[in-house]
């Protein structure tokens, strides 16, 4: 890891961005408060380890990497860091899903930095196939990337784009699965597990690896290298992760899915993340 992104200075940042989710939640009333904050020290790692080759200058540039937000209810997490990077101003983050704001509770699309709406699970991965096909048959360096919730890999549709990939040899296609072992209601195992879910992703030919989703070193360990790569298989990134990470009110909690803390919870919240 290069000197300037310490572990400290990540951590900072990860921390930072927790506390704006929550207040953002708590001032609409609204919000997928646990499953952004499972998937911020992934993104932390993205956005501010130079591995995304983007421009807020320049949201549209035809060179930029692509990322696209498949389990898009974790708007907050994305839409903070976009605005912290440069692509909208900071104080637009609190009109979080409130009338007129174009931050809606899900990624929306019309937002600078972000590339599909997403939301209705399963379609990110289909999004990001295409677009990683799309720059190898027009010969562009760029890079296609997604991350998917595991919840989300009950959707038949991840299947068979995940089928589709490596026979057409999209190396520079990564998926980043936030495997934290809740949906909406329940923990996998109680219903519909995906395990085993590095087997299943390397039966249909891709590059697996396997994670700490919280520790910054492994984030970036497999992220750094994704252009040093040789192979012609895409990538698939297996992040196990803690639902509600950074708060142990909210952490492994099913009833976190999409709640707001009030009163005594949220003091316990702001104690934990302040």
């Not at 060179?63 to 839409?79: E, P, Q, T, V």
């Not at 959707?155 to 490596?166: C, L």
């Not at 980043?176 to 923990?187: K, P």
Request: with cysteine; hydrophobic share 40%.
């Amino acid at each position: 890891m290069e000197k300037k992104y310490t572990i400290a200075y990540l951590e900072k940042k990860a921390t930072w961005i927790r506390k704006k989710i929550l207040e953002m939640a708590v001032k609409s009333g609204s919000g997928h408060i646990a499953p952004s904050f499972s998937c911020v020290d992934i993104l932390t790692v993205l956005y501010y380890c130079g591995i995304l080759n983007i421009d807020p200058r320049r949201p549209r540039w035809a060179g930029r990497d692509r990322f696209i937000l498949s389990k898009g209810h974790a708007a907050l997490a994305l839409y903070v860091i976009l605005a912290d990077k440069g692509f909208f101003p900071k104080p637009e983050l609190m009109t979080f899903t409130r009338e007129g704001s174009r931050l809606g509770g899900h990624i929306e699309s019309n937002v600078p930095g972000v590339e599909a709406l997403t939301g209705s699970l399963g379609h990110g991965l289909s999004i990001a196939v295409g677009i990683a096909l799309a720059a190898k048959m027009n010969r562009k360096k760029y890079f296609s990337i997604t991350l998917l919730g595991d919840g989300e890999c009950h959707e038949g549709e991840v299947w068979e784009a995940a089928m589709f990939a490596p026979q057409q040899r999209l190396n520079n296609l990564v998926v980043i699965i936030d495997h934290n072992g809740l949906s909406a209601t329940d923990f996998l195992n109680n219903y519909l597990r995906v395990e085993p879910l590095s087997e299943k992703w390397k039966s249909f030919g891709w590059e697996v690896r396997v994670i700490d989703g919280h520790s910054y070193r492994e984030i970036f360990a497999v992220l750094g290298n994704i252009r040093q790569r040789d192979s012609e298989r895409p990538l698939a990134i297996i992040a196990l992760t803690t639902k509600g990470k950074g708060s142990l009110l909210m952490e492994n909690k099913p009833i976190w899915h999409f709640r707001v803390p009030r009163g005594e919870e949220l003091r316990i919240a702001r104690k934990e993340l302040y």
